[in-house]
Structures are given as C-alpha cells and as structure tokens.
C-alpha cells in the first residue's frame, strides 16, 4: 500500500475545500470496504482519505423527507435494512442489499458507497434504478440530483465533476401500486460477485420495468407496455419472445464466473422468477 494522508473534516464547506486542493488524488472514505482493498491492490490511487464520518451535516440513518426516503453517505448498509417502514416499502432493494458481501462488510459499508463503486456487478443498482432513485452529488456550487442510471457510466466511472461528492441516495416512496422482484446468480453461495442480477417491476396498467446488472458496462433497463408479460394468462412463448426482446439488449461477456450464452440463458430463467414474483407482490399490495 502507497502511503496517503488522512484528513477528518466536520462540515461540507471544510470537505469542498479539501476536494478543491488535493484534486483527483483524494478520495472520500465512508465505509472503505472497497476503497481500502483498492488501496491495499494498488488499484486505487490516493494521496489523501477525506473522512467523511464527522461532517455535521449529515442526516442519521434513514429519514423520510417530502415522501423521499433519504440515506445519507454515511449510513451503513445493516442500519438501513433495520429499518422498518423502509424494508416495508422496498422490498427487493432490502433484499438485494442483504447480499451484499457478509454481515461484517455490511456493517461498515455504505450503500452510496456501493453506488459510487460503480461496479458492473452491484447488487443494489438494478432495484435502485427500478424504484426511481436519485443521487444527490454536491459540491461548491451546490447540489443536483441524478437517476442512480446515469450517475453509473460504467466500470468505476461515475457522473462526479471534479470537486463533487454524493450526499445522499433519494428513493421517492411509491404513490401506485407497484410490485418489485429481485434476484441475483452466483457461482456458489455465501460472498461472490453476481454472474448476473436484474429486478423487475410490474404496475397496475401492466407496464414491466427490468433492470439488468453484470451484463454490460452499465445497467441496462429495458420497459414492456403490451401488457404481454404482466399478462399470467398470455401464452408462455408470448410471454418468453417479450421478456427476450428486452434482454437483446444486453450485452454478457465471458469471464471466470460465466459465458455469454450462460448469462443470457439465466437471464431468461431468472426474469419469469421475477415476474412471478413482482406479480404477487402488486396482487397482495407489497411494493
């Protein structure tokens, strides 16, 4: 590991400062459990670790604000899945946290963080991006709000301008019945990147959102409004050719956890799980 230098401010405006005067070379430490083993590989370069622990501003854990569910940068993964009325209305988000590494990595790792990782694999992006989630980057001349979508823009590269940092994840709480499902393929059980994961959502007109990590650069989201495959009583090879029109648009590579054609192939088994599962979810009234 390269020798960096550590700094702990208490505010945002102290926080700007230090981004404006360290530049690329520093980098924002919540959680750390990806940047120290980026640090530790010397996949990462740093000359200085911004704490961002200590900064006032902060809101603690989850808040509900104007029908938003705000998690703050600092909230940890295992605090945000305690909390009740938030594992209430996001079902598939919750459960595709809760795969996140093992329960220690989740008590000290974030979910901005996991965003900001910006990996092709996450977990949590596919339903983050299925429940309409914003991330709110700020910097010295203020803050704006970006789909979790696009803040991604593909492996480790991020929407953050020089100066910026993310504050904060926004979920708007859902004013229609909505029904998510989540899953995710790995090579063996317990902590192992995901060879594919997707969500799926199903609306009360019959519009199907999917959202499909590990099968690409950047997430890809597909959206079916023939009302075909929120149909349980379309013919299957109808429901099938909708449900592969969206994954065409996927691109899977081969690599150590899997082949192109194996990913497409769970992609396809995976996505009738979940529409199944969303399905249920809308007709029972759980989001």
């Known amino acids: 590991m390269k020798p960096f230098s550590y700094q702990r401010?208490?505010?945002l405006?102290?926080?700007?400062?230090?981004?404006?005067?360290?530049?690329?070379?520093?980098?924002?430490l919540a959680g750390g459990t990806d940047l120290i083993v980026g640090l530790r590989q010397q996949t990462v370069d740093a000359s200085v670790l911004v704490d961002i622990k200590g900064i006032g501003e902060f809101l603690p854990g989850v808040a509900l604000v104007d029908g938003h569910f705000v998690i703050g940068a600092t909230t940890d993964i295992s605090r945000i899945c305690e909390y009740e009325k938030f594992r209430a209305t996001f079902p598939a988000l919750v459960e595709a946290m809760e795969t996140v590494g093992s329960v220690q990595i989740r008590n000290r790792a974030t979910l901005v963080g996991n965003v900001c990782n910006a990996s092709p694999a996450a977990d949590t992006v596919p339903p983050l991006a299925i429940y309409g989630a914003m991330v709110n980057v700020g910097g010295r001349d203020g803050t704006r709000l970006v789909p979790v979508q696009e803040f991604i823009q593909g492996p480790r590269q991020t929407a953050l301008r020089p100066g910026e940092f993310v504050l904060s994840i926004q979920l708007p709480v859902p004013n229609a019945p909505l029904g998510v499902g989540f899953a995710r393929l790995t090579r063996r059980r317990g902590v192992d990147l995901a060879t594919v994961n997707l969500s799926c959502s199903i609306d009360s007109v019959g519009t199907v959102r999917f959202a499909f990590g590990a099968v690409g650069p950047r997430l890809v989201l597909g959206v079916d409004r023939s009302g075909v495959l929120a149909d349980s009583g379309a013919p299957a090879g109808d429901r099938d050719a909708a449900l592969a029109?969206?994954?065409?648009?996927?691109?899977?590579?081969?690599?150590?956890r899997g082949?192109?054609?194996?990913?497409?192939?769970?992609?396809l088994v995976l996505g009738r799980r979940i529409l199944a599962e969303a399905a249920s979810r809308l007709g029972s009234g759980q989001p």
């Open 259 to 267: 082949t192109r054609d194996y990913r497409s192939a769970m992609l």
């Open 9 to 11: 401010p208490g505010s």
């Open 13 to 28: 405006a102290q926080t700007f400062d230090l981004l404006s005067e360290y530049g690329s070379s520093a980098r924002i």
């Open 245 to 256: 029109n969206l994954i065409a648009g996927t691109s899977p590579r081969t690599d150590i």
